[in-house]
């Protein structure tokens, strides 16, 4: 099975939201370049079809974290499957169709210069991170408010947003610092 037919199975198996049918469709549209753009220009999953395994990463690690009997129990994180696979799947929507093939400049290892391949960032919807994949699934289908912070959150401390508000959406909206810790692990560990 490829990727992108393991996401669009989870996808299928897990959303059954009203509206999720058309979002699936469009990230499956030549509108959308969700299943071959990359997940960043030079960092983790900087190549075609990063994107999408990051989110399936982001997925498994997720269902991990919250599969633990500490976080069930203790911290009485308890989410739907869909909820699961909302957040996780679909957290990095606002990548779609952000970068492009380009080159630059680097050394090889005898000090010669060589152009490779690499990815720019251009955004023509620059409406943030989180809030922007909050955005674009909101055009098509329902968030709890609890999948919206944790969507609009997901990058945690490493993000650009005042700590105290981070900490805030933690505190409330606990699926937010699961989900961050789920992107963390995934970007820290698998790519």
């Known amino acids: 099975m490829t990727k992108a037919e393991e996401f669009i199975k989870i996808f299928k198996e897990n959303i059954q939201r009203d509206g999720a049918d058309k979002l699936l469709e469009y990230l499956m549209s030549t509108q ?18 990063g994107l999408l395994e990051h989110s399936l990463n982001v997925y498994y690690c997720l269902k991990d ?10 911290y009485n994180l308890n989410y739907t499957d869909e909820s699961i696979a909302i957040v ?16 630059r400049n680097v050394k090889d290892s005898s000090g ?21 994949s909050v955005y674009i699934i909101s055009g098509f289908m329902k968030l709890t408010r609890e999948e919206a912070f944790a969507i609009r959150y997901h990058m945690g401390f490493s993000g650009s947003e005042p700590q105290n508000n981070v900490g805030s959406a933690f505190e409330k909206y606990p699926l937010a610092f699961a989900l961050s810790t789920a992107d963390m692990e995934a970007t820290y560990f698998l790519e």
């Open 112 to 132: 010669v210069w060589q152009q490779v391949p690499t990815f720019e960032y251009s955004d023509d919807m620059p409406y943030g991170h989180g809030e922007k």
């Open 88 to 103: 996780s799947l679909l957290h990095d929507l606002c990548k779609v169709n952000c970068y492009v093939k380009g080159t």
């Open 65 to 74: 974290y919250l599969s633990r009997d500490r976080v069930k129990n203790e």
């Open 32 to 49: 959308s370049d969700f299943f071959i753009a990359p997940a960043s220009t030079r960092f983790h999953g900087s190549y075609e079809g």
